[in-house]
């Protein structure tokens, strides 16, 4: 595998399931990150995690937990989520203490909450 | 309020001719900007970046121009192919409290349609 994997590709859960993500980083990097993609809206950040650690919480609420065991794993735990955060969740993983800030993304899992 | 905003919804042109998106940022603090590209059912691939010591980044068949008066950006794509059909974002960053992680706030995207 190379690059950034993520599953599942699609996941439908009703609102009282429990489920995660999972995103996978084969590029070296040392920082990962959970985008929200809904439709017609930009990318939100959700999380940040620098060198395993949890920099960045963006007023996500709770429902939403997520876990770095080391810095090429990354999970999405969802609980008693909302019709409302079906969406496309995206991970993506970069190389900081350099200058640049480009970030490479996983394909993406479409989630639907019925 | 969004930050970084793409006005165009969409883009259509014709195949071999300049593709050109724009971008604008309202935040003065950002110092680096970038542009992904995504084709359906795969995420944001990276394309093209420019820091804001520069006015101009060229890759190929792919330019970036940075106007920091007017904090404008806009990739130009020539000579367009259907392959380049696709959406694209531009993208913006600016170090967070003297951290060195490469918080990007992103534009809503332009679908771009090059015919044959």
């Known amino acids: 595998e190379t690059g950034v994997t993520q599953t599942p590709r699609h996941l439908v859960m009703g609102m009282t399931n429990k489920k995660s993500l999972k995103c996978e980083q084969h590029?070296?990097?040392?920082?990962m990150y959970w985008y929200k993609q809904s439709a017609k809206k930009p990318l939100e950040l959700m999380f940040v995690?620098?060198?395993?650690?949890?920099?960045e919480n963006n007023s996500v609420p709770s429902r939403f937990s997520p876990e770095c065991p080391n810095s090429s794993h990354l999970f999405l735990h969802l609980h008693t989520l909302q019709p409302e955060d079906s969406a496309l969740y995206l991970c993506a993983s970069s190389q900081e203490g350099t200058n640049s800030y480009e970030q490479y993304f996983g394909p993406g899992t479409r989630l639907t909450v019925t | 309020d969004q930050q970084v905003k793409q006005n165009s919804p969409s883009l259509s042109v014709q195949e071999g001719r300049i593709s050109i998106l724009n971008c604008d940022y309202t935040?003065?603090?950002?110092?680096?900007f970038l542009w992904y590209k995504k084709y359906p059912a795969e995420g944001p691939t990276f394309l093209i970046s420019?820091?804001?010591?520069?006015d101009k980044n060229e890759d190929g068949r792919f330019t970036v121009f940075l106007n920091k008066s007017a904090k404008h950006l806009s990739l130009h794509i020539v000579p367009s192919q259907p392959g380049d059909s696709a959406v694209y974002f531009c993208?913006?960053?600016?170090?967070?409290?003297?951290?060195?992680?490469?918080?990007?706030?992103f534009g809503q995207g332009t679908i771009l349609t090059v015919h044959p």
């Open positions: 995690y620098n060198f395993k650690e949890q920099t």
């Open positions: 420019i820091s804001s010591i520069k």
């Open positions: 993208a913006a960053s600016a170090r967070a409290g003297g951290t060195s992680y490469g918080k990007l706030t």
């Open positions: 935040n003065s603090m950002f110092d680096y």
């Open positions: 590029l070296g990097h040392n920082a």
